[in-house]
């Protein structure tokens, strides 16, 4: 079992600046794959950004150039810079790993998730 500890986000203006983390216990965090996903209420939780073993990188159309994904594999942490936020940012963002990931955005190939980090951007 796999516990991922978040931490970060809070409320900012849009056009401001957020970073999440997300420590992992498994020292195995190399073989994982990684994504942030977040959720706001009534609606699925989407992929916003992975990063695979292999370090290749995936991010949501809508994020691209604004989030920023990485993992420290020393640290056991992932993490997801997010610059110039916008109100439809605001969610509730989950890290989750999962093992031999096909969709690195889809939320059914993660078997692992943290508590959830809420991020509010007021416009």
């Known amino acids: 079992q796999v516990q991922l500890v978040e931490s970060g986000g809070g409320s900012v203006q849009a056009g401001g600046s957020l970073r999440l983390s997300c420590v992992a216990s498994?020292?195995?965090?190399?073989?994982?794959?990684w994504a942030w996903f977040r959720q706001t209420p009534g609606n699925e939780r989407e992929g916003v950004a992975s990063i695979a073993p292999d370090d290749s990188i995936t991010y949501k159309d809508s994020v691209k150039g604004r989030f920023t994904i990485s993992k420290d594999k020393a640290k056991n942490t992932l993490s997801l810079q997010m610059n110039n936020l916008k109100a439809e940012d605001t969610a509730m963002y989950y890290c989750?790993?999962?093992?031999?990931?096909?969709?690195?955005?889809?939320?059914?190939?993660?078997?692992?998730w943290g508590q959830g980090a809420n991020v509010s951007v007021s416009a």
């Open positions: 989750a790993a999962g093992y031999l990931v096909a969709d690195h955005l889809r939320r059914i190939e993660y078997k692992y």
């Open positions: 498994d020292n195995r965090f190399g073989i994982y794959n």
